[in-house]
């Protein structure tokens, strides 16, 4: 009996929120679902998990982590709000991208980050594995999905100043060349934490991996478009077709 009660005292319940201890946040994805968890003093006090839509499940793997950091902060919003809050997730770029300035972010990523503003969150790198309840529950998550604006997306892709010729164009381009879609998948599965751990093919996209994001078949780095091998002469030509200064065809390219 007295295994009994401790076991029922130590194991798996959930601890009473204590406004002076400091809140941590766990925050996990997985290939279809999101897991979160609200601890203090490495005790959990919450869990929260849900599906992805099938949207989002070909979300590359940072945005779906973006987007469970997302859920913990929203899922517990009378604890996160208006008190400081560390995060806990897994991708190492995340911890660097939710520093800089919101226009800098990749296009999905953006509105994510603007959902965020609104709390006082310290993102800290913590590898997967290490993150215990976050990580079961994004792989034993519950059923129901909520659906998240993909307005941005969308947007990204219909304003951009390109004809409907020239952009079936650039996809099909994209679809020929090995390097971008080696670099697609990459982005999609997720980058690792070391250079010499992608292929050799994407080496050169390493240290701009941070901006880099897929969307309707293109690959964007921030807003503009990564424009693949077989297009980029016939790019130039278009660019210097004005006969314009050296920094007015810089500026047009960018």
């Known amino acids: 009996m007295t295994q009994v009660k401790k076991l029922t005292n130590e194991g ?3 601890a009473y ?7 941590v946040v766990e925050c996990d994805a997985s290939e279809r679902g999101l897991g979160a968890a609200l601890l203090q003093n ?4 919450g869990c929260a998990s849900r599906a992805l839509t099938s949207t989002e499940t070909r979300y590359a793997q940072i945005e779906k982590e973006c987007l469970a950091i997302v859920l913990a902060l929203e899922r517990f919003h009378q604890y996160t709000f208006g008190r400081r809050t560390i995060v806990h997730s897994d991708p190492k770029p995340l911890e660097m991208i939710v520093k800089k300035l919101l ?3 990749p296009r999905r990523l953006q509105g994510m980050l603007l959902r965020m503003l609104q709390y006082d969150t310290e993102v800290i790198y913590h590898k997967g594995k290490e993150m215990h ?11 129901h999905s909520g659906g998240t604006d993909n307005f941005g997306a969308v947007n990204a892709v219909r304003h951009l100043p390109i004809s409907t010729e020239r952009m079936q164009m650039l996809k099909a381009c994209i679809y020929r060349d090995d390097t971008l879609q080696m670099l697609k998948h990459v982005i999609q599965r997720g980058w690792p934490e070391w250079r010499h751990e992608v292929p050799a093919s994407v080496h050169a996209y390493f240290s701009m991996r941070v901006e880099l994001a897929v969307s ?5 780095r921030g807003e503009r478009v990564v424009i693949p ?3 980029r002469k016939l790019t130039k030509e278009c660019l210097h077709r004005s006969h314009m200064g050296v920094e007015s065809v810089l500026r047009r390219a960018r």
């Open 12 to 14: 798996p319940v959930l």
């Open 17 to 23: 929120y204590d406004p002076k201890s400091e809140l």
């Open 42 to 45: 490495g005790k959990p006090i």
């Open 103 to 105: 226009h800098e972010a």
């Open 133 to 143: 309840i976050a990580d079961i529950h994004s792989r034993a998550y519950l059923p």
């Open 216 to 220: 309707d078949g293109l690959i964007f």
């Open 229 to 231: 091998e077989g297009m």
